[in-house]
């Protein structure tokens, strides 16, 4: 594919290993964390971290719209696809996450809820034309990347009179969870180095957001693509800054990205969802004007007026390390029900759900590389 | 979740929709986000919405970037 394949090439990517290895500083060590899961996918998958020096340590952030997502709001959407009056329209990622009771909303379909998995918000539209007796809520969740989607099927949704539809609103912001992490981390004995910035968040709000980052933490930004290529040129970029003891916001994902975005998307979001006071992400506990609500415009579209949701905080599974696992704290090896109880087959924990999670990509990837590591240290010994 | 794919434009639906090409999949997009999109562009695709217009000229010079970075053998 176009745009794919191109920033694939393995020998390109020997070489500019080999670059990263040339440059970095002997003496001293470099921890950067790739905010967004969809960055820890193609570290995981592609080996980067087998390809850089060992004084590079990659750290994988919350970036994970499914991971950082409560159990209480799970319950919540299993509560209201239980209501015979509604179908659920979900992205597939949700179905399988962990909610109280071993409960999820994969289970509650084979239950009898009506549940249905779509690829975009105008499938969910689509529904709640064809099917007008259907009370049809969209669960919406996701970082800026996905929020305009949901505010053009809401606008959509008035132009054409659907009273049979609503969302569930968990739209989340990136720059808000980033400032958590690093408010969160200025009593760690190691702090961060550096940050690779995520990609599709920033073609839609633009490089300028995370700017707080390299003035307020004096800790540089490099706004990176999702190819392997892209990553390990992101590190290359982090590497200079800090041996030139520069701190700025770069964008190596100049094809995509610029430093405002698109206004066009921005202005959609503005005019339908407004900064709720507070909102609760796994992990991070509640967090102030982290996400998002339906403005009164458009309340009548909001799942949560309509259906009178009130959430309750439910407890994590507490053997579950998730929380410090996205917070950066902890190693998904540092679970003990990692690999045992908890598989993506069988997940106990979000992170192990998506794919983009930390402890999913490790188990898909790492951890073979963990063996043949062990195998060939103990040959060597 | 944020995973959006490179795609390109084949044929202008009306009504903000676009007909793309993803790796030989063929869909119908909304191009509402992104404007005066032509046939022939390549766009940033996610959850069945184009979001950035890819810019040919700068992912180019990405890709000298890089062949330079991995050409250079020691540091200058």
Not at chain 1, 223 to 235: A, C
């Amino acid at each position: 594919m176009k745009y794919v394949d191109e920033y694939r090439d393995p020998e390109l990517a020997k070489g500019v290993a080999a670059r990263i290895a040339a440059e970095v500083d002997s003496g001293s060590s470099y921890r950067f964390m790739e905010f967004c899961g969809g960055h820890t996918h193609a570290i995981s998958r592609y080996g980067v971290e087998d390809m850089l020096p060992k004084n590079v340590a990659m750290i994988h952030g919350p970036g994970c719209p499914v991971c950082v997502l409560p159990v209480g709001r799970i319950d919540d959407a299993i509560r209201l696809a239980s209501d015979p009056r509604v179908t659920l329209c979900t992205y597939a990622d949700l179905m399988r996450v962990p909610a109280s009771r071993g409960a999820s909303l994969l289970k509650a379909r084979a239950a009898g809820a009506d549940i249905r998995m779509v690829y975009s918000t105008l499938d969910a539209l689509r529904i709640a034309e064809a099917e007008p007796a259907r009370e049809v809520v969209f669960l919406a969740i996701g970082f800026e990347t996905t929020t305009p989607p949901t505010a053009l099927a809401i606008k959509q949704a008035k132009a054409k009179a659907l009273r049979n539809f609503s969302v569930f609103c968990n739209h989340v912001l990136t720059p808000i969870a980033m400032r958590a992490i690093l408010a969160g981390e200025e009593d760690e004995a190691t702090p961060l180095d550096g940050l690779v910035g995520p990609a599709h968040v920033s073609t839609v709000i633009g490089a300028r957001p995370y700017e707080f980052v390299a003035n307020e933490y004096g800790k540089p930004v490099v706004i990176s693509g999702f190819e392997p290529l892209d990553v390990m040129q992101s590190i290359l970029m982090l590497v200079r800054q800090i041996n030139e003891g520069r701190c700025a916001v770069e964008n190596q994902y100049v094809r995509a990205v610029t430093r405002d975005g698109n206004a066009r998307a921005q202005r959609e979001m503005d005019e339908v969802f407004e900064l709720q006071e507070s909102f609760e992400w796994r992990g991070l506990g509640m967090v102030p004007h982290s996400a998002l609500r339906l403005v009164e415009a458009f309340a009548e579209f909001d799942a949560e007026k309509r259906f009178g949701i009130h959430t309750v905080a439910a407890a994590d599974n507490p053997a579950c390390e998730c929380g410090a696992i996205l917070r950066g704290a902890k190693k998904p090896t540092d679970c003990r029900l990692f690999g045992s109880l908890c598989t993506p087959e069988t997940p106990m924990g979000s992170c192990m759900v998506s794919s983009e999670g930390s402890c999913a990509a490790h188990y898909a990837y790492g951890r073979f590389r963990d063996r043949s590591r062990a195998r060939m240290e103990r040959a060597a010994s | 979740m944020c995973l959006a794919i490179p795609a390109q434009v084949m044929e202008l639906l009306g009504d903000g929709m676009a007909r793309i090409d993803m790796g030989g999949v063929s869909k119908a997009i909304s191009v509402a986000l992104v404007d005066d999109v032509a046939v022939g562009d390549f766009v940033v695709v996610h959850v069945g919405y184009a979001l950035s217009r890819i810019d040919a000229d700068e992912a180019e010079r990405t890709l000298a970037l890089l062949r330079e970075a991995a050409a250079m053998e020691t540091p200058s």
